[in-house]
């Protein structure tokens, strides 16, 4: 049995349950025994009651390091030849190379080595390696797998500590109750009473306009919102096409107020139905998206800085719970209305947006990510100090 794929999607390295074989929790096994132990029963011990201390965070990190330095001294893993893609039925040298690399990284079963047969056994763990590396899940060994699979141990060691580094230059004992967002892993998790109890992909910044590092605190919310364009898409973008079709205004649900372009809400608006403000220099916001298919992609740098999170329906029915009168029935009826309305939050909650790109999840089994905007490649000064970003171009704000 295969850890199943939603236990190892690109979760937050931030205050989580207690792994099962977490090196803090005093277990011995090694980390492919954990690995293994983990995909054969993914369900947590239910007494392992979560932490908020950013100690635990940063031990369970502390322990992958330990891991991979153990790795490294016993010569690293092995390098798989390039060649064809492999995938089920393949049969070859470089198939038993492939099991002693996923085997070193505790992605596959030690007593299945000597094969050169690509089997079932074989494609689950490659499965299993590729989620937790942020890739498509496939199963087939392909380029990008490859070179994934390819990165040196010592490589991976100064990636955890460069993140156990960035931890310790930045407040992370987040308490009980909050938001967070790892934009290296684009998704999102919420936090109540120490327990995840709302998670999923998220679609963030390209590189080209990154998601910014900050801390703020939601305070309200917006149904139905319109999206006021941002000079820079409206210059790049939007006011090109305006010039070629006199009629891409109307037919987009758009007018212009006082020199700027404003889309209304409705099906096309790229807000979707919520979105969520707080306070920030950046003009960034988190809301819904109208086109939802994007969730589903291993590679989701998308956006122009805003982040944009699934279940943000969901997300607003959790927040709206203190608010007299705001019951889900009221909340699926404005959202079907149409109309623009916004809530302040009975409770406001806090929010942060980091950028891990290693991390250790709930079963104790490290994650890496690809340092898509060369955060880990500067000075510790530059990427622990908060962003420098310029404002996003989500959309400027009216409120």
Excluded at 2 to 28: E, H, K, Q, W, Y
Aim: aromatic share 6%.
């Amino acid at each position: 049995m295969i850890l199943p794929i939603f236990r190892l999607l690109p979760l937050l390295l931030i205050v989580s349950a207690c792994a099962a074989g977490d090196p803090r929790n005093g277990t011995n096994a090694s980390y492919p025994e954990r690995v293994t132990e983990a995909a054969v029963s993914p369900q947590l011990p239910a007494d392992h009651a979560p932490s908020s201390s950013a100690d635990r965070e940063t031990g369970r990190l502390q322990g992958a390091l330990d891991d991979h330095l153990r790795i490294e001294a016993a010569r690293g893993w092995p390098e798989l030849p390039t060649g064809p893609k492999l995938e089920q039925g393949a049969r070859n040298g470089r198939v038993e190379v492939l099991r002693r690399r996923l085997a070193t990284s505790g992605d596959l079963a030690t007593e299945t080595l000597d094969s050169e047969i690509f089997d079932d056994n074989l494609a689950a763990a490659v499965r299993i390696f590729q989620a937790r590396h942020g890739l498509l899940v496939d199963g087939i060994v392909g380029p990008e797998t490859l070179a994934a699979l390819n990165v040196p141990v010592a490589e991976r060691i100064t990636s955890i500590r460069l993140n156990l580094d960035r931890i310790a230059g930045e407040a992370r004992d987040w308490g009980q109750r909050y938001i967070a967002v790892n934009v290296a892993a684009a998704s999102y998790r919420l936090v109540e009473e120490g327990h995840p109890v709302l998670e999923g992909p998220a679609i963030v910044g390209k590189p080209s306009w990154p998601t910014p590092r900050f801390e703020s605190v939601v305070t309200r919310l917006e149904f139905n919102p319109y999206w006021n364009v941002p000079p820079r898409i409206a210059r790049l973008e939007l006011w090109p096409k305006i010039r070629r079709d006199s009629t891409y205004l109307r037919r987009n649900n758009m007018r212009i107020i006082n020199g700027n372009i404003r889309q209304n809400p409705g099906p096309g608006n790229p807000l979707g139905v919520v979105k969520f403000i707080f306070d920030n220099p950046y003009d960034v916001y988190l809301h819904d998206t109208n086109n939802r298919g994007l969730f589903e992609r291993p590679k989701r740098f998308l956006s122009h800085g805003c982040v944009r999170i699934s279940g943000a329906v969901e997300l607003a029915k959790h927040l709206l719970r203190a608010v007299p009168n705001w019951q889900e029935q009221r909340i699926d009826a404005t959202i079907a209305a149409g109309r623009n309305i916004r809530v302040d939050l009975e409770r406001s909650i806090p929010l942060h947006i980091v950028y891990d790109t290693v991390w250790v999840d709930d079963a104790g089994i490290v994650q890496f990510r690809d340092d898509v905007y060369g955060l880990d490649r500067k000075p510790l000064a530059v990427t622990t100090a908060g962003s420098s970003a310029e404002p996003s171009s989500c959309g400027w704000s009216d409120h």
